[in-house]
Nanobody
Framework: QVQLVESGGGLVQAGGSLRLSCAAS????????MGWVRQAPGKEREFVAA????????YYADSVKDRFTISRDNAKNTVYLQMNSLKPEDTAVYYC??????????????????WGQGTQVTVSS
């Protein structure tokens, strides 16, 4: 069993920054790929960013590339999402996710089998 707990969401003005954190417990965190997926009101969940178990490779949705950075600290069992130059269209609930199967579908929301409860990010114009 895996538990994922996100934190760091909030309200920010357009152009601002936030850093999300996701603390994992229950399994060997460092063995698994991790990612962030978001869901805006009235829309389906969409892939945001992913990072391999070692942190050696990262993947981003085109909509966040060059603005968001995913990273991980395996010693702390934590994955991060640094979000800069935020836009109102980034407003969503952001979910941390973990893949125990080793799927190669890095740029999709379907890769993951464990999810956090989500943290709200609201960007005002």
């Amino acid at each position: 069993q895996v538990q994922l707990v996100e934190s760091g969401g909030g309200l920010v003005q357009a152009g601002g920054s936030l850093r999300l954190s996701c603390a994992a417990s229950g399994r060997t965190f460092r063995s698994y790929d991790m990612g962030w997926v978001r869901q805006a009101p009235g829309k389906e969940r969409e892939f945001v960013a992913a990072i391999t178990w070692s942190g050696g490779n990262t993947y981003y949705a085109d909509s966040v590339k060059d603005r968001f950075t995913i990273s991980r600290d395996n010693a702390k069992n934590t994955v991060y999402l640094q979000m800069n130059s935020l836009k109102p269209e980034d407003t969503a609930v952001y979910y941390c996710a973990l893949d125990t199967y080793g799927s190669s579908r890095f740029t999709t929301k379907y890769k993951y089998d464990y999810w956090g409860q989500g943290t709200q990010v609201t960007v005002s114009s």
